[in-house]
């Protein structure tokens, strides 16, 4: 009988192994890969920097301060692992001058060859009441998180589309699947790129062309202590739920998601709940999320009230006080 549901177990497993290799992508390597990050002088931008240059990787880093941006790049070049990898920087501000930002990224890719992968991280956050957020506030937030990476991202995918082969790498944030009280601005910036990430990744998956999507909880960066100058308490006691993160531990988990052609990169377990409870009509670029998607969307979904019972009483008990 033992024999029998070892061998049961066995002839799943192995069929489970066969259909993933037909159905999952195949891993991408970043050796003498062309990767590309904006927001790559600061925070999660630049951990994502220093583990593609551990990994064999030509980087480009995008962001506007010279002085920062250089320091980055005298950083990463302690990290190359051979002597023909090359480390470059641009300056330029992906929300202002669209036909700059394509000459630097055209300079950058004939320096270092087609950009494979580009990982859109730059990105701020400043959190406040929706009456208390400026209309410039907004505009700022769209601006940047996401205007900047609709920029940015089409000035590498012609050339995506040309070599049949790339991955472009959003980073959004867990504000990005759920709204929360001072993210008005902010969280919609994020909602807003997983409608370009679906879009995107429909047209350009018959390129060899596929889309990431990451949702960090909050980072321990120079961006997360800028934010918390002026981040509402409620904000605060909320976003605690899913703690604080290193940007190396965040860093990693892109870089793999990324490899692995991942359509939703998450962290931590109440990441992988919200991603699962939010997949809806996403893409699904493996099997393993699918099944984890199909068994556990009602269960996450009952937990997720929990956590929605919890951030409603904290708002409840600031507003008291
Ligand atoms: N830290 C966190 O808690 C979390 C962060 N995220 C997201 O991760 C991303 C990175 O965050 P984090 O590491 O904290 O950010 P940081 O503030 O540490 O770094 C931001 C980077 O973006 C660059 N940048 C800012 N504005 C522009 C611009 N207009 N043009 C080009 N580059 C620009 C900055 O350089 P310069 O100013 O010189 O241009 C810097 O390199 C953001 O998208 C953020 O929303 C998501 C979840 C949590
Ligand atoms: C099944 C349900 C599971 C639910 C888990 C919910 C946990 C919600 C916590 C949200 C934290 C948001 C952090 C945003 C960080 C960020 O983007 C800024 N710090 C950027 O600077």
């Given amino acids: ?13 192995i069929a489970y192994a066969i259909i993933c290799r037909f159905f999952n992508p195949r891993p991408l390597s970043l050796s003498n890969a062309h990767v590309m990050i904006t927001g ?14 551990k990994q064999g990787a030509h980087v480009t880093i995008i962001a506007r301060n010279k002085t920062k941006l250089e320091e980055a790049r005298e950083e990463l070049k302690k990290y190359t692992i051979n002597s023909n ?18 000459t630097a990224i055209n300079q950058a890719e004939a320096e270092l060859g087609p950009v494979e992968v ?47 082969r790339g991955q472009i790498v959003m980073v959004s944030s867990m ?31 018959p390129y060899n062309v596929m889309v990431s999507v990451v949702y960090p909880p909050d980072t321990d960066t120079p961006g997360l202590a800028a934010e918390n100058i002026s981040k509402p308490e409620e904000t605060k006691l909320i976003s605690e739920a899913a703690g604080v993160y290193q940007p190396e531990q965040v860093a990693q988990t892109i870089i793999e998601g990324a490899k692995k052609r991942k359509f939703n990169i998450s962290l931590g377990i109440d990441g992988l709940m919200l991603t699962s409870v939010n997949a809806g009509m996403s893409p699904v670029t493996h099997l393993s999320d699918a099944v984890i998607q199909v068994l556990s969307m009602g269960i996450f ?11 409603d009483s904290i708002v409840k008990k600031c507003m008291k006080k």
Avoid: W
């Avoid at 951990?47 to 240059?53: D, G, H, K, N, P």
């Avoid at 910036?189 to 350009?204: C, D, I, T, V, Y």
């Fill in 175 to 205: 504000a990005g699947q759920i709204g929360l009280f001072g993210y008005t601005a902010y969280a919609s910036s994020k909602f807003a790129l997983n409608g370009l990430a679906q879009s995107l990744h429909m047209e350009m998956k």
């Fill in 301 to 311: 979904r009952l937990i997720g009230l929990f956590y929605i019972f919890t951030f």
């Fill in 1 to 13: 009988m033992l024999l029998f549901i070892l061998l049961v177990l066995a002839c799943v497993s």
């Fill in 85 to 102: 990898q090359r480390v470059s920087s641009k300056s330029v501000d992906i929300t202002k001058d669209y036909d700059l930002l394509q």
């Fill in 40 to 53: 790559g002088s600061s925070g999660i931008g630049r951990a994502v920097a220093i583990e593609a240059v």
């Fill in 118 to 164: 580009l990982v859109n991280c730059a990105g701020y956050a400043e959190a406040s009441t929706f009456q208390d957020t400026t209309p410039e506030q907004f505009q700022n937030m769209l601006n940047l998180n996401f205007l900047g990476t609709v920029y940015t991202t089409k000035c590498v995918i012609k050339s995506m589309k040309e070599q049949l």
